[in-house]
């Protein structure tokens, strides 16, 4: 079975500050698939980025960084400069690649808050 | 792209009474929706998928006769809460999957349930 744990369950920083958000991932599958998702106090799912298990390169996208590394089943999301607009929870989620609807299963999540 | 609505966004219903929330993909076809529950400061948990024109798969703990689910397009899927008790008020969060193999699913903007 797979299994997400975000093991911060809130974080908080003062602006311009970076702040990384821990996530740690089980699964039996070679092939699968793993997500951030940024949920604002209005409840809507932003989606962040996707990576797939066999493409272990960092990702950057202006301010958000995100670090796979297969060997400690981890895919750390880093958050450079923080700005208010950043308070949210965020999610870290996982889908193996399998015929049975490719259930994606979230972690616990990580509240992030920004302060001014 | 890949545009997915919910209706109602809110509602407000009385103990032992119906509720059905319907959730649409506006510019694709989805083969695969899939219908999530989250309480208040808690993650997301799958309760069905259902694929357009069969049956939904409900997650272990979720009662098929109290949660209904129809896919009868490929653009529409409903879940509706049967004879709805306090307990059952939550944020409800459909996401649905294209035809394609890149394992995304689009998320619904939520539908946030209070059983009075």
């Known amino acids: 079975a797979q299994k997400v744990t975000q093991a911060q369950t809130e974080i908080s920083v003062v602006e311009k500050e970076d702040v990384t958000l821990d996530c740690v991932y089980e699964?039996?599958?070679?092939?699968?698939?793993l997500f951030w998702y940024k949920q604002p106090p209005s409840g809507e799912l932003v989606f962040l980025i996707r990576?797939?298990?066999?493409?272990?390169q960092n990702e950057i996208s202006g301010r958000y960084s995100w670090n796979f590394q297969k060997s400690t089943s981890s895919f750390n999301f880093t958050i450079t400069a923080s700005q208010v607009v950043d308070s949210a929870v965020y999610f870290c989620?996982?889908?193996?690649?399998?015929?049975?609807?490719?259930?994606?299963?979230f972690g616990g999540g990580t509240r992030v808050l920004v302060k001014p | 792209g890949a545009v997915v609505s919910q209706h109602p966004s809110r509602v407000i219903c009385k103990s032992g009474t119906s509720v059905k929330i319907e959730c649409r993909s506006l510019?694709?076809?989805?083969?695969?929706m899939f219908w999530y529950r989250q309480f208040p400061k808690q993650s997301l948990m799958l309760m069905a998928t259902?694929?357009?024109?069969?049956?939904?798969?409900?997650e272990q703990g979720v009662e098929k006769d109290k949660f209904l689910i129809n896919h009868a397009s490929l653009t529409l899927s409903t879940l509706t809460v049967t004879s709805a008790h306090p307990e059952d008020s939550s944020f409800y969060i459909c996401?649905?999957?294209?035809?394609?193999?890149?394992?995304?699913?689009?998320f619904g903007p939520g539908t946030r349930l209070t059983v009075t």
């Open positions: 989620a996982l889908s193996e690649a399998d015929a049975a609807g490719n259930k994606l299963t």
């Open positions: 510019d694709f076809q989805a083969t695969t």
């Open positions: 699964t039996r599958d070679t092939t699968y698939y």
């Open positions: 996401s649905a999957r294209t035809r394609d193999l890149t394992y995304e699913q689009y």
């Open positions: 990576r797939n298990s066999f493409d272990e």
């Open positions: 259902s694929n357009e024109g069969s049956k939904a798969t409900y």
